[in-house]
């Protein structure tokens, strides 16, 4: 069980580091947010732990925040916003692949200690990497419109936790299908992709719905420089 507890708290600090960033640094701490959780996601998700007697990666929390920090742009700054945070953090996983591929080909030094370890951290299969970057790109783009179809339809203040809620639960469905159709599939028997693809789909949309008060409280902050320019 500490898996669970310690995941909680895990969990935990991910949201309250992501609205510390937020206050201090306002939607530029969104959009630096979103570039260094694609990477570290993309870090953790070479580890597996077991939870619930099920075998799974880490990466799934820090992922999650991601869509959080879209759909309070989409929320506060609109669509455009929202989507120019999406093309930053993909632009940043490519930056991260290619620059870590080369790091790997240096020869080592004798008294090198690092190379394998960064071989086992960066050195993932060409489908692996094709798989992490076609299921970002199209599922976040869907959220990010299906927030905007949600923000037409349902536009209450307290509505947020519908359009939240809503837009992540298709689009973090498209992703882990999308991940794990391109990773695993021919790889695996169809019944452990399946395990795969559920379990992972579970664990992100858990924690999207757990951080649903976390994006009421970003919602509420208030900025000196975003007032003056709205006045």
């Known amino acids: 069980m500490f898996n669970v507890y310690y995941g909680i708290l895990f969990a ?60 309070l742009l989409n929320e506060k700054y609109g669509q455009k ?10 632009f940043t996983l490519i930056m991260t692949t290619v620059i870590m591929q080369m790091v790997l080909l240096f020869e080592p030094a004798q008294s090198d200690f690092a190379q394998k370890p960064m071989e086992a951290l960066f050195g993932l299969m060409p489908r692996l990497a094709a798989a992490s970057l076609a299921a970002y790109l199209i599922s976040q783009f869907i959220d990010v419109k299906l927030f905007s179809m949600l923000k037409k339809a349902f536009p209450g203040y307290g509505q947020l936790w519908i359009r939240n809620n809503g837009s992540t639960l298709l689009s973090q469905m498209i992703d882990s299908l999308v991940f794990c159709t ?35 409280i970003a919602r509420s902050f208030k900025f000196k420089e975003e007032t003056k320019s709205e006045a």
């Open 81 to 90: 916003e929202a989507k120019k945070a999406v093309w930053f953090g993909f």
């Open 12 to 71: 935990a600090v991910n949201f309250i580091l992501f609205l510390i960033c937020y206050r201090l640094f306002g939607r530029n701490g969104l959009y630096v947010w979103v570039g260094a959780a694609t990477i570290l996601a993309n870090i953790q998700v070479v580890k597996t732990i077991e939870m619930f007697g099920l075998v799974m990666t880490l990466g799934n929390t820090m992922y999650s925040t991601i869509y959080l920090s879209t759909d």
């Open 182 to 216: 391109i990773a695993f599939a021919g790889v695996y028997e169809w019944n452990v992709w399946l395990e795969i693809f559920i379990t992972t789909y579970l664990l992100k949309f858990i924690v999207s719905a757990a951080s649903t008060p976390v994006i009421y």
